[in-house]
């Protein structure tokens, strides 16, 4: 049996083992105040005027509880100021007309607890949010791991400070909504969640992932038994649909376009330590127009990045999928975590680059059978790993495919003035990538028994500083100082961000930024940044190797936030999540 038919056997039994997601039935538009349900106004909600309805609807669904009601929302816009809780209690109204309007971004939540709580024919507005929150409560609707049984349908969430909708709960159905303008993922599955079912949902430019579901570690379990079926999603600054961590998932017929990064994303991620991704089925999904924000870096129609667990994704089958017009890969596959995976029959139309691209960090066993690749700006298939790969697409790509060899740093202790002494010119100029505006630049090692001394000779028409962080022009080194290639950064790692205006800023929790001495040099054409870095764990000795890679901000246009960025290191390697990508330099005498 070839791996295609046993992955496809084993897929198809766990997704056939699913329980059938419960249903709260109820229909929003067919309810009576005067039967059934208990209306907010009845304790003193005031529809259309400025008052905050908070205490009249938490007063309703207490009421609602106890009678073994709904909860109605007649038409008009009733205002609240905190939480709502539903604890086994179910919230209708008229559709659009009836529309809650949270007066608080920081606790926004319409919250599902306890068993059979439900949310449908409702409008969730708010005031405008000064900023991206990431507690739940900030969600526009949270569904607490107590829930279970759950519904939310047929219910419009516009704008909102976090999440549209966050689900820590179980066996629950998400269905017919339509989520837009958030400022972070529009659907987030998470925590210990299982069985549930996200269908028939309209997601629009969330700030983040259009619909996510991520099993972090720290939860101490996977989400697990989820389908993703038949949404239509579109215009999400990040990736369409992402699954970083979790056991059997499905996502079938979906519609996917105009994506910031990813249209699909699947990945164990070693920047939020999440789990590994086992028995995913990826079918029958029309992608249109993916990786369309170069400031993203998880590009690719459809992207394996397997950077974390080992295995990273096990048992992947991704088949009968249409990618057109991407603007990287159709199909991009990376990490250095083993990864096993079969691709068939799906229609890649028009990439900017190649048809399927494996990086060279790749391992792990692929199968490719029956896909088809028309109008690729590169090759059909572009394969520069050593993974065990069998296809029926010849690979284009030639032997190697690293970046380049022998590269040194030289011996000395340079001064830091933005200014290039001689003993620069000993170590190797490592190029960056060009951006699309012409936006370059090379970057020098030096080292002694103290530090490291890094300078970054930049060319950029159109400097700019800003914002902050990676929103400025500014300048990146990653490092493995030991080069011990753990994946996830350790002792002797650490990321340095110094911008055009000479702030030092560090990804790296608790990094030392005040023993760090640097210069930023504007001049003619560009900039130039120099600084010194104390070693973090080596003890260097000449003939030493480090793990290393320069990357660099671009805010091209100078609205504050970043267009582009640059690498040494081919640029789709995840370097800002496993250090066994970066390329190595040699401490040379």
Do not use: C
């Not at 295609?4 to 009576?32: D, H, I």
């Not at 816009?77 to 809650?100: M, Q, T």
């Not at 660099?552 to 081919?570: E, F, P």
């Amino acid at each position: 049996m070839s791996m295609f038919k046993k992955m496809a056997y084993l897929l198809t039994a766990s997704v056939l083992a699913f329980p059938a997601a419960a249903s709260v039935p109820f229909a929003g538009r067919e309810v009576s105040a005067a039967s059934n349900a208990v209306s907010i106004v009845d304790y003193g909600a005031v529809p259309n005027d400025d008052g905050d309805d908070l205490a009249a609807i938490r007063q309703a669904v207490a009421a609602a509880k106890a009678a073994g009601k709904k909860v109605w929302v007649p038409a008009g816009l009733f205002a609240y100021g905190d939480v709502v809780a539903l604890d086994g209690v179910v919230l209708v109204g008229e559709g659009e007309r009836s529309v809650l309007r949270s007066t608080n971004p920081q606790r926004q939540a319409i919250q599902l607890a306890g068993s059979g709580s439900g949310l449908s024919d409702v409008k969730l507005t708010s005031v405008p949010a000064p900023e991206r929150l990431s507690s739940s409560v900030s969600a526009r609707v949270h569904v607490t791991p107590e829930a279970s049984d759950f519904t939310v349908k047929d219910t419009v969430i516009e704008g909102g400070s976090s999440a549209g909708i966050i689900v820590y709960g179980t066996n629950g159905s998400i269905s017919g909504n339509t989520v837009r303008d958030t400022l972070a993922d529009g659907i987030h599955i998470t925590g210990g969640s299982g069985n549930i079912r996200i269908e028939r949902n309209i997601v629009r430019d969330t700030g983040d992932d259009m619909i996510a579901v991520v099993s972090y570690e720290k939860n101490g379990t996977w989400v697990k038994n989820v389908k993703i079926s038949r949404n239509d999603v579109s215009g999400g600054h990040a990736r369409g649909i992402t699954v970083s961590g979790g056991t059997d998932i499905s996502i079938e017929r979906n519609q996917i376009a105009d994506t910031g990064g990813a249209g699909v994303f699947i990945a164990s991620e070693g920047s939020y330590r999440t789990y590994e991704v086992r028995n995913l089925k990826v079918s029958r999904n029309d992608i249109l127009r993916d990786s369309r924000n170069a400031s993203i870096p998880e590009k690719g129609g459809i992207r394996l990045q397997a950077t974390y667990k080992e295995p990273s994704i096990v048992n992947a089958i991704i088949e009968r999928n249409t990618i057109t017009d991407s603007a990287d890969s159709g199909i991009l596959i990376l990490g250095s975590a083993s990864i096993q995976a079969s691709f068939a029959r799906n229609d890649i139309r028009d990439p900017a680059n190649h048809g399927i691209h494996l990086l060279r960090t790749v391992v792990g066993t692929l199968e490719f059978a029956g896909n088809t690749v028309r109008g690729a700006g590169g090759h059909a298939l572009y394969n520069q790993s050593a993974a065990d790969v069998v296809s029926d697409l010849p690979n284009s790509a030639p032997p190697g495919g690293g970046e380049e060899e022998g590269a040194v740093a030289a011996r000395g202790t340079p001064r830091i003035d933005g200014a290039a002494d001689d003993v620069w010119s000993n170590a190797t100029p490592l190029r960056l990538n060009t951006d699309a505006n012409g936006t370059t630049g090379t970057v020098r090692i030096v080292w002694d028994d103290a530090a490291l001394y890094y300078l970054f000779e930049m060319t950029d028409a159109t400097p700019n500083a800003l914002a902050a962080d990676e929103h400025n022009d500014s300048v990146e080194v990653w490092v493995d100082e030991r080069n011990a290639k753990n994946g996830t950064r350790t002792v002797g790692d650490y990321q340095l961000r110094v911008g055009l205006d000479n702030a030092r800023s560090s990804a790296v929790r608790g990094f030392d930024l005040s023993a760090v001495s640097s210069a930023v040099a504007e001049r003619a054409g560009g900039y130039t940044a120099e600084f010194a870095v104390p070693y973090t764990a080596l003890a260097p000795q000449a003939g030493d190797k480090i793990g290393f890679n320069a990357s660099a901000n671009d805010d091209s246009n100078g609205d504050g936030r970043r267009d582009t960025y640059l690498s040494w290191i081919d640029k789709n390697l995840p370097y800002w999540a496993d250090t066994r990508v970066y390329g190595e330099v040699t401490l040379a005498n």
